[in-house]
């Protein structure tokens, strides 16, 4: 894996027909775009009529190039009143438009209105599923960078529509021969479509190996014919068990916890239609670890581009896309000290993270520091409560404060809260655990994978520095607006002291020293907060659901899961960054839709990663 995608080149000499000086090859009809996308696209699938009275239908496109077949589909969408209640259109491109090209592209563009919201949400130009909201998130994008070729295997989803838009076949062969058509079969729905404007003979064999009736219709502008398709395998393909939606007709959900995991899920359980219930324990939203006055947000990067990497690149561009649309105050902009690389080798991707001098840094941070730095534009910092608000309000649910869950049952077809003396809290056919630290008693086996660890933040009220845009490296600073610093923070496994340390005080104050290089650090804080974080052996999150019950299966994509249960936990030092992602996946896990990660990590974020391992490999 790559971090960063080369960019398109387009030829706009022709203002009627933009090119690929690589493929030769023009990225539309000179009839037009939009009456191309609508007659070859739209209507080769059956579209609009075809989502009528449906909850959601998924387009996967190959090829989004200017991204005009994704217009012509959300007008369509926009028009019709019969309309899908969701449509989530999936889209593979291996040379993404730089933004300045994509708004010429669209510069005299009918759907003028739509054009401009995609520029304002087209992101960084980083590999792997970008998840862009549109219509309040009935609508979704989900972009994939890079060779569709490798995205194919790494998607989660059952499409309903193809648009195989590559260029042409004779010189873009590789996004239509039998292992890319076999690649999306794979994908395909029970009564899946395939259209397009080619006609060659060898992709029509493809897509008749791939498992298609393969037909012809009339074809747009000077093209008499044009193909399309309907999946009708001689053998339906069976859904990895493990990838089985988890509550697919749920419309009422309970969530335990209102931190930020519990207020992320109801966000993105709400788009998708589902009514929450949000069930704590405390007088408040937001009162346990997610009750810390700041906090940073960022992803990182590593060399080789591995899980960690790649799922802190999807859930911290989830995390800005989350913050912009909810409105959120917060301190934009991140810079993490580099210990390792010098400036020279450090290699960004524009817009996602820039590496910079340390001159540069310290023009940035308004002081000097003596190494240099990632700086993250779209990273930051804010104060958790007031994202949890923020994302409970969005969602509409119902919070029941005051209220501790003492035990669960499954029954009648959903779950059941119980309290300490089995009185039925709430009922629904989707329960999300979404509880931190506190819920551990009921995670059963789950829990012995499990660390908390509490954490002691130290606020310095006039600091000798205040840094003028977060920052982090052997510890963080961040300001708090009125001369003062929250800087942090310690970590101790197991333990239970609610009291604030002079210590851990002091570790914190001896980290802010280094950052802002002072010869000694100041003098000891008036205030701070205790919190504990719930942490997993490899630092990554527990998302999704647990084993039915028997052996578990070799694969976690095989493994039969309990219905209507969905884990998503152990946010460890990252609860802000990951939340917006991890409440996406819990309603993708839940409802059925595409997951808007690759399925590497999907397996990377399983709850039974530590119990299948452990069978693999007994303890001696
Ligand atoms: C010192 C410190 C500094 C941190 N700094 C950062 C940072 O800079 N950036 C960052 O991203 N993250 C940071 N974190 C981590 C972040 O705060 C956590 O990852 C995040 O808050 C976890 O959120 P959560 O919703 O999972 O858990 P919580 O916020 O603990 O919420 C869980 C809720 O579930 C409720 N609950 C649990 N069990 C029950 C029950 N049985 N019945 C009813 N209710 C129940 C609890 O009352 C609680 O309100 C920090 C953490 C600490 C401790
Ligand atoms: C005809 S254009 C697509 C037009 C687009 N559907 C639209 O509505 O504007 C073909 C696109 O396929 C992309 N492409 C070519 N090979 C690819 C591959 N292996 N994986 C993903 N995309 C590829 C090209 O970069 C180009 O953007």
Redesign the pocket.
Not at 285 to 292: F, L, Y
Not at 294 to 297: D, H, N, S, T, Y
Not at 529 to 534: D, T
Not at 568 to 579: E, K, L, N, V
């Given at each position: 894996m790559t971090l960063a995608i080369p960019p398109a080149e387009v030829d706009f000499s022709d203002p009627g027909a933009p090119a690929s000086p690589i493929y030769g090859d023009v990225y539309h009809a000179r009839a037009g775009a939009l009456a191309q996308s609508r007659h070859v696209f739209l209507g080769g699938s059956g579209l609009p009529g075809r989502w009528h009275g449906r909850d959601r239908f998924v387009v996967l496109e190959t090829g989004f190039g200017l991204g005009n077949n994704f217009l012509a589909t959300w007008d369509a969408w926009r028009q019709d009143p019969a309309r899908c209640r969701r449509l989530v259109f999936v889209s593979l491109e291996k040379h993404p438009l730089r933004r300045e090209d994509l708004a010429r592209a669209h510069a005299a563009q009918p759907l003028s209105e739509l054009a401009a919201q995609l520029l304002e949400r087209w992101p960084p130009l980083t590999s792997g599923l970008h998840s862009l909201a549109f219509e309040g998130g009935r609508v979704e994008l989900l972009l994939g960078l890079g060779d569709a070729r490798e995205l194919l295997r790494e998607l989660v989803l059952q499409a309903d529509a193809f648009y195989l838009d590559g260029f042409a076949p004779s010189r873009n062969p590789e996004l239509w021969d039998d292992y890319l058509l076999k690649g999306l079969a794979r994908h395909a729905a029970p009564g899946a479509t395939a259209a397009t404007w080619s006609i060659s003979r060898p992709m029509r064999r493809a897509l008749t190996a791939a498992g298609f009736e393969v037909g012809l219709a009339p074809g747009f502008a000077d093209k008499p014919e044009m193909t399309v398709a309907q999946f009708a395998p001689r053998h339906t393909p069976q859904r990895p068990a493990g990838r089985e939606p988890l509550a697919p007709q749920a419309r009422e959900a309970v969530i335990?916890?209102?931190?930020?995991?519990?207020?992320?899920c109801a966000w993105a359980l709400a788009r998708e239609g589902v009514a929450c219930t949000v069930?704590?324990?405390?007088a408040a939203?937001?009162?346990?670890?997610?009750?810390?006055p700041?906090?940073?947000?960022h992803g990182t990067v590593n060399p080789d581009d591995g899980p960690h990497a790649r799922f802190n690149r999807a859930a911290a561009l989830a995390t800005q896309r989350a913050v912009a649309e909810l409105g959120l105050a917060h301190q934009p902009g991140l810079l993490r000290l580099e210990t390792r690389l010098a400036h020279g080798d450090m290699h960004g991707a524009a817009g996602y993270v820039q590496p910079l001098t340390a001159a540069d840094a310290s023009a940035l941070a308004g002081r000097a520091l003596g190494q240099p730095c990632w700086f993250y534009p779209g990273g930051g910092?804010l104060p958790?409560p007031a994202y949890?608000q923020a994302l409970l309000a969005a969602s509409g649910a119902t919070v029941r404060l005051g209220?501790?869950?003492?035990r669960l049952r499954e029954d009648d077809g959903g779950w059941s809260?119980l309290d300490a003396a089995g009185g039925v809290i709430a009922h629904a056919p989707l329960l999300v655990l979404?509880?931190?630290?506190?819920?551990?008693?009921?995670l059963g086996e789950l829990a012995a994978d499990l660390v908390t660890?509490?954490?002691?933040?130290s606020h310095v009220p006039q600091a000798p520095w205040c840094p003028a845009v977060p920052i982090?490296g052997d510890g963080?600073a961040?300001a708090d607006g009125l001369g003062g610093v929250w800087c942090?923070?310690?970590?101790q496994d197991d333990d239970a002291d609610p009291d604030l340390r002079d210590a851990d005080h002091a570790e914190n104050l001896a980290r802010y020293a280094r950052l802002a290089g002072l010869a000694a650090p100041p003098t000891a804080p008036l205030a701070g907060?205790?919190?504990?974080?719930?942490t997993t052996p490899d630092r990554l999150p527990l998302i999704g659901g647990l084993a039915a019950h028997g052996p578990l299966a070799e694969q976690l994509r095989l493994q039969p899961r309990r219905p209507g249960l969905v884990v998503?936990?152990?946010?460890?030092?990252?609860?802000?960054?990951?939340?917006a992602l991890a409440g996406q996946l819990v309603a993708a896990m839940a409802l059925g839709g595409p997951r808007p990660l690759a399925a590497d990590l999907l397996d990377a974020v399983d709850p039974l990663r530590f119990a299948l391992r452990r069978q693999r490999r007994p303890p001696r």
């Open positions: 335990l916890g209102a931190g930020l995991a519990g207020a992320a069930v704590d324990a405390l939203p937001a009162q346990a670890s997610s009750g810390n700041a906090g940073l947000f910092a958790p949890v209220t501790a869950v003492a809260l979404a509880g931190g630290h506190a819920q551990r008693p009921l660890q509490r954490g002691q933040l982090a963080y961040i942090g923070a310690t970590a907060r205790v919190g504990w974080r719930l998503c936990t152990a946010f460890g030092s990252r609860g802000i960054g990951w939340a």
